[in-house]
Nanobody, 123 residues
């Protein structure tokens, strides 16, 4: 099993920044892919970014490219999502997830999920 704990959400004005963290524990070696997703009420969970602990080009949701950066600290087993120039449409609950398979944009490939952290961007 893998446990994921997100932190760092909050309320910020448009144009501001937040950094989300996701600390992983447990059998992380068996789940080499880490992803960030977001969800608003009434909509499907949306891919934001993903990476491997071992390093790989990180794909991003097109609307966040150039504003969001996903990084990792292998020693701390923590992944981050640095979010700059935030927009009201970025408002969502953000989740991190772990996968034992392909680095995918599809949430169905991810096996474990954190509890989520709310990000609210005011205009």
């Amino acid at each position: 099993q893998v446990q994921l704990v997100e932190s760092g959400g909050g309320l910020v004005q448009a144009g501001g920044s937040l950094r989300l963290s996701c600390a992983a524990s447990g059998r992380t070696a068996s789940y080499p892919v880490m992803g960030w997703f977001r969800q608003v009420p009434g909509k499907e969970r949306e891919f934001v970014a993903a990476t491997r602990w071992g390093g790989e080009a990180t794909p991003y949701l097109s609307s966040v490219k150039g504003r969001f950066t996903m990084s990792r600290d292998n020693a701390k087993k923590t992944v981050y999502l640095q979010m700059n120039n935030l927009k009201p449409e970025d408002t969502a609950v953000y989740y991190c997830a772990a996968s034992n398979g392909l680095l995918s944009r599809s949430s169905s490939f991810y096996n474990y999920w954190g509890q989520g952290t709310q990000v609210t961007v005011s205009s």
